[in-house]
């Protein structure tokens, strides 16, 4: 009996001190979460900033880091972060998207879709990136490759219904030859978003 109840003790020693270690590990990286949780978004900053002085490999703590920056469209830090995050962790699912974003975003359109196409070589099935991609084909005026894009994000995503509309305007965009196309096509955008009692199945898609 004494034999159990000292391994009990000696195990949950043990756990404590694990649980020590990792706090004390990690201590920069969970308060800036907590800070995060506060919306207190400039301690967040410092602490996550302090967690990459720590461990310069901290793949999470750099992704947060750029979250934030992103979210507060300060593009210039944001790109910087990504960029030490990608030297470290080239295959990050995310950040290859958001690197893409903060390009586009600032316009440069030719490192936005380099960036985006590695972001679909690690997911073939990223609409996010398929969407953006045609979002930059409709801003250089190449709306038949803009449709093209739009269509792949449907097939992958048919609840994406709001791509209809974008598909609409680059059907208008083509001129006279597809103005029957966009009619149609914006009527349907409008049927498949439409949340009256009539339709209220939609809301919920």
């Given at each position: 009996?004494?034999?159990?109840?000292?391994?009990?003790?000696?195990?949950?020693?043990?756990?404590?001190?694990?649980?020590?270690?990792?706090?004390?590990?990690?201590?920069?990286?969970?308060?800036?979460?907590?800070?995060?949780?506060?919306?207190?978004?400039?301690?967040?900053?410092?602490?996550?900033?302090?967690?990459?002085?720590?461990?310069?490999?901290?793949?999470?703590?750099?992704?947060?880091?750029?979250?934030?920056?992103?979210?507060?469209?300060d593009?210039?830090?944001?790109?910087?972060t990504?960029?030490?995050?990608?030297?470290?962790?080239?295959?990050?699912?995310?950040?290859?998207?958001?690197?893409?974003?903060?390009?586009?975003?600032?316009?440069?359109?030719?490192?936005?879709?380099?960036?985006?196409?590695?972001?679909?070589?690690?997911?073939?099935?990223?609409?996010?990136?398929?969407?953006?991609?045609?979002?930059?084909?409709a801003?250089?005026?190449?709306?038949?490759?803009?449709?093209?894009?739009?269509?792949?994000?449907?097939?992958?995503?048919?609840?994406?219904?709001?791509?209809?509309?974008?598909?609409?305007?680059?059907?208008?965009?083509?001129?006279?030859?597809?103005?029957?196309?966009?009619?149609?096509?914006?009527?349907?955008?409008?049927?498949?978003?439409?949340?009256?009692f009539?339709?209220?199945?939609?809301?919920?898609?």
């Amino acid at each position: 009996m004494n034999l159990k109840k000292n391994l009990s003790l000696l195990i949950a020693i043990s756990l404590s001190i694990v649980l020590i270690l990792y706090i004390l590990q990690h201590r920069y990286t969970l308060a800036a979460v907590f800070y995060q949780t506060l919306q207190q978004q400039d301690r967040a900053i410092d602490n996550f900033k302090k967690a990459i002085e720590q461990d310069q490999r901290d793949a999470y703590a750099y992704y947060q880091l750029g979250l934030i920056y992103k979210k507060r469209k300060d593009y210039t830090n944001a790109e910087k972060t990504y960029n030490h995050l990608l030297k470290i962790f080239p295959e990050h699912p995310f950040a290859n998207y958001d690197l893409g974003y903060i390009y586009r975003e600032k316009k440069m359109y030719e490192k936005a879709l380099e960036q985006y196409e590695k972001a679909l070589e690690l997911d073939h099935e990223n609409v996010f990136a398929i969407l953006d991609i045609g979002f930059i084909y409709a801003e250089r005026g190449m709306y038949q490759e803009a449709e093209q894009e739009f269509r792949k994000v449907l097939a992958i995503d048919p609840s994406h219904r709001y791509v209809l509309w974008d598909i609409a305007v680059a059907y208008e965009k083509m001129g006279m030859k597809e103005k029957e196309r966009a009619e149609e096509q914006y009527k349907y955008y409008h049927e498949m978003t439409d949340c009256s009692f009539r339709k209220i199945w939609n809301c919920f898609n």
